[in-house]
């Protein structure tokens, strides 16, 4: 059942919900970021702007972008980092010829970079073992991010703002994943770098000492952290998902490298959800019994201790997935063409505007439905809470 009215009343219903929150998670995957930008477009259009961001490498950028501006320039800001990732010129000529201006588009990115991102570092090619230094050892260099980044993100105001920032990196010493919160640290132009250093491409960031590369490597979507936060509140996550977990069997060795890539980033989602799930689902299990309890045992220190385990938060999570694009390959994240940046920019827009007028997370749950999952179409969205009670 849709909600009619305004997208903003609907999303305000988690906001008084025990101290709600909107949340927004982006993926890390390159060129199909720019699906994460029309996400934005359609929230801000419609006035709701997330309480918190989480992203990792692209994701941690478009994020930066957003939280690092004032309401009124953010989307400005976002779409201006995107019209400089765009790489034009003669790539358009080809467009008689479908998927190869984009195809010749992406190869010129591996050759050349993409001005304003990132550009070859000759140095790496010199030889396998000679040293570079960590700030050099990687076949691009992103001092060109760097500028970019330093051009359109304010840094001071992310401290001082709202959304709360959070970004994954992945540590190299330890191969642990680091969360850089905006509530905890200071939110610098190197946590963003860090985010975004995908080896052997770009190098590694030092961090406090400490070298990182990019998040997507241990955890592509952060989703983890929500539930992992202290104290939990009622949620309504909007998780933006680039790469797709379902494909059909590949035939050519192009389609397996193309379906590799999508299973690598995708981040085992179903798995990271059934995860979740089951755990917030003890934790209302938890809080349910507590309340059977007579008052003589509830309030004993050492029953105290164990309900304190529980929680009755609920989270709705409404996956967004980046559609397949006629003639992609696996090139499709370096694929900075001006067709596939608009093309993905206006699906995200697209497919977010569905998800807000639909408003799904409306509604009646049970007291053990703890993670809500709302498929991008209405014939597949399920309450994935909703186990038999003996059977499981």
């Known amino acids: 059942m849709g909600w009619d009215r305004s997208p903003l009343d609907a999303v305000n219903v988690i906001r008084r919900q025990a101290n709600g929150q909107v949340v927004l998670v982006l993926q890390g995957g390159g060129a199909l970021g720019?699906?994460?930008?029309?996400?934005?477009?359609?929230?801000?259009?419609?006035?709701?702007?997330?309480?918190?961001?989480?992203?990792?490498?692209?994701?941690?950028?478009?994020?930066?972008?957003?939280?690092?501006?004032?309401?009124?320039?953010?989307?400005?800001?976002?779409?201006?980092?995107?019209?400089?990732?765009?790489?034009?010129?003669?790539?358009?000529?080809?467009?008689a010829w479908p998927g190869a201006a984009d195809s010749l588009s992406a190869w010129a990115t591996v050759t050349g970079g993409i001005p304003g991102f990132f550009e070859a570092n000759a140095r790496a090619f010199l030889g396998a073992h000679v040293p570079l230094?960590?700030?050099?050892?990687?076949?691009?260099?992103?001092?060109?991010?760097?500028?970019?980044?330093?051009?359109?993100?304010?840094?001071?105001?992310?401290?001082?703002?709202?959304?709360?920032?959070?970004?994954g990196a992945a540590n190299v010493r330890t191969s642990m994943m680091r969360y850089f919160d905006s509530r905890e640290v200071e939110i610098k132009l190197d946590h963003i770098m860090?985010?975004?250093?995908?080896?052997?491409?770009?190098?590694?960031?030092?961090?406090?000492?400490?070298?990182?590369?990019?998040?997507?490597?241990?955890?592509?979507?952060p989703t983890e952290a929500i539930f992992d936060d202290n104290p939990r509140r009622n949620s309504l996550v909007f998780a933006v998902h680039v790469w797709n977990p379902t494909g059909p069997e590949p035939n050519t060795i192009w389609e397996v490298l193309h379906r590799q890539k999508d299973i690598q980033y995708s981040s085992r989602i179903a798995n990271h959800i059934a995860r979740q799930r089951e755990v917030h689902r003890l934790r209302h299990v938890i809080s349910e019994?507590?309340?059977?309890?007579?008052?003589?045992?509830?309030?004993?220190?050492?029953?105290?201790?164990?309900?304190?385990?529980?929680?009755?938060?609920?989270m709705h999570?409404?996956?967004?997935?980046?559609?397949?694009?006629?003639?992609?390959?696996?090139?499709?994240?370096?694929?900075?063409s001006h067709s596939g940046i608009r093309q993905r920019w206006q699906a995200g827009y697209a497919d977010t505007c569905k998800a807000l007028a639909r408003a799904p997370w409306i509604g009646e749950f049970g007291p053990l439905d703890a993670v809500v999952l709302h498929e991008p179409e209405a014939t597949s969205e399920v309450i994935i809470e909703k186990l038999p009670a003996a059977a499981e």
């Open 34 to 95: 720019a699906y994460q930008g029309g996400v934005y477009e359609a929230l801000h259009e419609a006035k709701v702007e997330p309480d918190w961001i989480i992203g990792t490498s692209i994701g941690a950028i478009n994020a930066s972008i957003i939280a690092g501006n004032a309401v009124g320039q953010r989307l400005d800001r976002l779409k201006e980092f995107w019209r400089r990732m765009e790489r034009h010129a003669l790539w358009n000529l080809f467009s």
């Open 317 to 336: 999570v409404v996956r967004l997935l980046a559609p397949r694009l006629d003639n992609e390959s696996h090139l499709k994240d370096i694929d900075f």
């Open 194 to 221: 860090a985010s975004g250093a995908l080896p052997p491409a770009f190098p590694a960031i030092r961090v406090d000492g400490e070298l990182y590369w990019d998040g997507g490597i241990l955890s592509n979507t």
């Open 133 to 167: 230094g960590t700030d050099s050892a990687g076949y691009y260099s992103t001092a060109p991010l760097r500028k970019t980044l330093t051009d359109l993100v304010d840094f001071d105001l992310i401290s001082h703002n709202t959304p709360r920032l959070m970004v």
């Open 289 to 314: 019994l507590a309340k059977h309890l007579p008052d003589e045992i509830r309030t004993t220190a050492a029953v105290r201790e164990l309900a304190a385990y529980g929680c009755p938060t609920r």
